[in-house]
């Protein structure tokens, strides 16, 4: 079921690492910095009340989203009473998981509209349309990924570590050139046709989104 959820999610451009049971979900948690956590009650292990738990008291404030087939009122008392944001009893739509998903992301002030306006750019992250001077722009799972991640950080320098954090996987090779190729892409889509551009390379460090005067 973990495998199937990563995959949907990361057809609509999540960056998704997945965690076979307790002890590796803590693990994983401590070394990397997540926007969300789908955490099941079952799992192997510390379960995934113990998690939860674990987190808080660590102080790790990542939103929380619980996944069990347990549906008595007991069960998610318990689950709030862990420190969850939401929950969500199984068997479920997936368009409903991704609906609670936005939900929690949208609580974080970075993340707070799903309609995001730069200049002439408007970003929908719940169609996940984008459009610049009225017109539309088509991108891949990976290439919208990629902007909604530089939109929602605009006006601040984001390095290549944390743009392969958060919009790659723990498979990413940092040796490797994709971030650059994935950045000329969106400047052709985005940025060639227009006098204004958004996209700014900080030499050495990273890349910035923000509002500029002409090239």
Request: glycine share 6%; proline share 4%.
């Amino acid at each position: 079921m973990a495998q199937v959820i990563a995959k949907g999610l990361r057809e609509r451009s999540y960056a998704v690492d997945v965690a076979g049971d307790g002890n590796a979900a803590l693990y994983q948690t401590s070394i990397n910095d997540y926007d969300l956590i789908l955490l099941d009650v079952l799992l192997p292990g510390p379960d995934g009340f113990q998690v939860c738990s674990e987190l808080r008291a660590r102080g790790d404030a990542t939103p929380v989203l619980m996944l069990t087939a347990r549906a008595t009122v007991d069960d998610r008392i318990t689950g709030l009473d862990a420190g969850a944001d939401d929950y969500l009893t199984k068997p479920f739509a997936f368009r409903e998981l991704l609906a609670r998903i936005r939900a929690l992301l949208r609580r974080e002030p970075q993340l707070h509209s799903d309609l995001v306006e730069i200049e002439d750019l408007v970003l929908d992250a719940a169609s996940h349309r984008v459009a610049r001077a009225g017109r539309q722009i088509e991108l891949t799972a990976k290439e919208y990924a990629l902007l909604e991640y530089l939109v929602r950080r605009a006006g601040r320098l984001v390095s290549r570590s944390e743009i392969a954090a958060h919009v790659w996987d723990e498979s990413f090779d940092p040796f490797s050139n994709t971030i650059e190729v994935y950045v000329n892409r969106l400047r052709k889509k985005v940025d060639e046709p227009h006098r204004v551009k958004l996209i700014h390379t900080a030499r050495g460090f990273g890349y910035v989104l923000r509002e500029a005067v002409g090239p």
